[in-house]
């Protein structure tokens, strides 16, 4: 078996060295986000500022990376969260990933801060720390032409530099947003990271992958979700289902409709602002929208940017959606904090809390204001720190639309109450993903789970969040877990009995779903074409005896080390919370369930996960896990 | 009266943006497109999502309130 091959880089002293990966932490943590979490636990002193210099950044791949197999080519940041304090990753899909595995190396962890702003170099097999200061205040486009074009870049704006609290880290076009991974390079005077390699990835049983990965590709594409849907609307083509589910987030999360939806939705999208669809490397499902902006054909805004700066601020000029999208991408600071922070401020203004020159439906001087907020320039430096921080100083905590200081994605929760536990429980703050993606099952998608209920929903969050840990660990994009759903419910609609059976289904099986946690990984010894297919993708390409029982136990460990990190860092089960106007305030008047029923569900939640009421993992479930 | 809007490849195959038509229920609705753009359609309209007066419905068996307007959309995802 091939262990991955990590390299520790202590800025400080300019020094690297080989960091070794044993055989069982690599059997056991598999590699991205959750080797990330476990080694960051290892390395990383609790309390330590993530700005500090005695802070840890690793930038990892997946053993998929690089193999061919696809939606293959995202790679990882982990880091301490600069805007919650417990753990961060954040998945990209730029060539970084790619080309640091095909210069030699499956991770690398940078310890220490540069003496100058520098940029790290990683040409087959070599490592080196060169100066960058010429590249200050450069912005992330400009940063990363100082490189021949087939490299592989990592690269910071001004944001970065300047440690915009959710300042982003960009390859190519695509960006490692959340949590402040762009930031904690700033904070270590890294400018940019530049890979280039020639070697191939390996993987153990070539003669079996080839001919699965075939059949896989083939059903993504035959899947109406992968196949269709994704590469004619992209994610924005979400925004009309959102809208009509009552989840479409709507001047700053105080309604789920947006009356100019239409404006904004993924169809207008592609009528009127589409030139083309394209993807990341190796991946046949290709959701990328390409735009016009300024003269120039450029990365289209996502499904969450739609939202954030479309309905959320009261806007619905997607022109302007595509171009505020871009200028952020260039100045480095991630859509959805930066949105989310603006749309809080907004409030602020309109309930005459604080002025912070910003007000709902008002577009004309953002692009102004997001330039001076990456500058950190007078009063917009408060912007750069985030709705939490800013509900601190200015009030109005009941409305910061946040969970653990980072802001929630383009889902308004009231009306899928799950994806509202998967907020509060996401180890990284208010993450969609991380949350376990239940606006899928409850309001978006072709099922129609109750999407008040609380019946059901721990024992479906859990299930979704170890799952997309382990997929996103392995290596692939998460939009192959899409396929989960059989295509043959989209073929009868979700008002066809069927799909309401299975829906009710979904619900019903709670029953089963909390033992299967502590049957696994025997209880399910096989593969799942249909719905893991990464499980035995995974096992041909490492050699490794893999089932999709194993897979989603890894994913469970994994989750697990992210809470024990978040605990030993001081986030506890108060801090698995809500603003109370998605708690307490029905969205809707007339339907007074149309409020995330938290307290009903964290206890549940807390039992299926094998934690203590206090949300602490239990001596049993972490012995079960092999966590130390 | 109620007002019919179809989006994206749904708007192709009928061949039209928006119509009026008279129809009580969401029944009736697939009723007309059935009957008037064929099965194909009809499959297309059911299998995506239909939203009355912009909130999304999940029966057949919904009655449409006069001058209301029915839309027809993809599912999609994200992330
Ligand atoms: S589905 Fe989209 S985000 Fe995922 S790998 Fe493909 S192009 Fe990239």
Known sequence: ?628 | MVKLVYHGELRHVVGVAEEDIDADTIKDVFRHISDTYGKEACGMAKSGLVALNEKRVTGVSVRIPAGSVVGFYSFCSGG
């Open chain 1, 1 to 628: 078996m091939r262990l991955p091959n990590y390299a520790y880089i202590d800025l400080s002293t300019g020094t690297v060295k080989d960091y070794p990966i044993s055989k069982e932490l690599f059997t056991q943590y598999m590699g991205g986000k959750i080797l990330g979490a476990k080694l960051l636990y290892d390395l990383l002193p609790a309390g330590t500022d993530p700005l500090a210099p005695e802070s840890i950044v690793i930038i990892n791949t997946g053993p998929a990376n690089g193999t061919g197999a696809p939606s293959s080519s995202r790679f990882n940041m982990s880091f301490k969260n600069v805007l919650t304090g417990g753990i961060a990753s954040a998945n990209c899909g730029g060539r970084f990933g790619v080309m640091m595995k095909k210069a030699g190396y499956d991770g690398i962890i940078l310890a220490g801060k540069a003496p100058i702003l520098s940029a790290i170099e990683i040409v087959d097999g070599a490592i080196s720390i060169r100066d960058a200061s010429a590249y200050a205040g450069m912005d992330s486009e400009e940063t990363q032409e100082q490189w021949v074009r087939h490299w592989g870049k990592l690269v910071i704006g001004p944001a970065g530099e300047n440690l915009v609290r959710y300042a982003c880290a960009v390859s190519g076009e695509r960006v490692a947003g959340r949590c402040g991974a762009g930031a904690v390079l700033g904070a270590k005077n890294i400018k940019a990271i530049a890979a280039y390699g020639t070697q191939k990835a390996e993987v153990q049983n070539r003669e079996k992958f080839d001919p699965y990965v075939k059949k896989w590709v083939k059903f993504l594409k035959s899947h109406p979700m992968t196949g269709k849907s994704l590469p004619l609307y992209g994610t924005a083509g979400l925004v009309s289902s959102a809208n009509a589910s009552g989840v479409l987030p709507t001047r700053n999360f105080q309604k789920g409709r947006f009356e100019h939806h239409r404006h904004i939705s993924g169809e207008t999208f592609a009528e009127q602002h589409l030139t083309r669809n394209s993807g990341c490397v190796s991946c046949p499902i290709r959701c990328e929208r390409r735009v016009m902006v300024n003269g120039k054909e450029v990365k289209g805004a996502e499904f969450e940017t739609v939202g954030l700066f479309g309905s959320n601020i009261e806007n619905h000029d997607l022109a302007w959606i595509n171009e505020i999208n871009y200028h952020a991408d260039l100045l480095g600071m991630d859509t959805i904090s930066l949105a989310g922070t603006l749309a809080f401020a907004m409030e602020l203004q309109e309930k005459g809390m604080a002025d912070l020159g910003v007000s709902f439906g008002d577009k004309d001087n953002l692009l102004d204001v997001i330039e001076k907020i990456a500058r950190r320039e007078g009063i917009y430096g408060d912007l750069a720190n985030g709705s939490k921080w800013l509900a601190e100083k200015y009030g109005g905590t009941e409305f910061a639309i946040h969970a653990k200081g980072l802001e929630l994605a383009a889902y308004e929760p009231r009306n899928s109450v799950g994806m509202g536990l998967g907020y509060a429980t996401s180890n990284r703050g208010g993450c969609h993903l991380n949350g376990g993606y239940l606006a899928l099952l409850e309001s978006i998608g072709v099922l129609t789970l109750d999407k008040h209920t609380p019946k059901g929903k721990p024992e479906l969050c859990v299930m979704f969040q170890n799952l997309m840990e382990a997929v996103s660990a392995a290596g692939f994009c998460l939009f192959t877990t899409h396929t989960a759903v059989p295509a043959g419910l989209f073929k009868l609609g979700s008002m066809h009995r069927m799909t309401k059976f299975v829906s009710k289904a979904l619900i019903g099986s709670r029953f089963l779903l909390r033992p299967l946690w502590w049957c696994l990984p025997w209880l399910l010894p096989v593969n799942l074409m249909h719905l893991i297919p990464h499980s035995k993708a995974y096992g041909l390409m490492t050699g490794q005896r893999m089932t999709a029982g194993k897979f989603l136990q890894i994913g469970e460990r994994g989750f697990n080390i992210e809470r024990m990190f978040n605990l030993r860092e001081g986030l506890t089960a108060v801090d698995d919370a809500l603003p109370t106007r998605l708690t307490d305030v029905p969205q809707e008047a007339d339907v007074p369930e149309s409020v995330v029923p938290l307290a009903a569900m964290l206890p549940r939640y807390y039992k299926v996960r094998g934690w203590d009421k206090n949300g602490v993992p239990k001596p049993r479930k972490l012995k079960q896990l092999g966590v130390r």
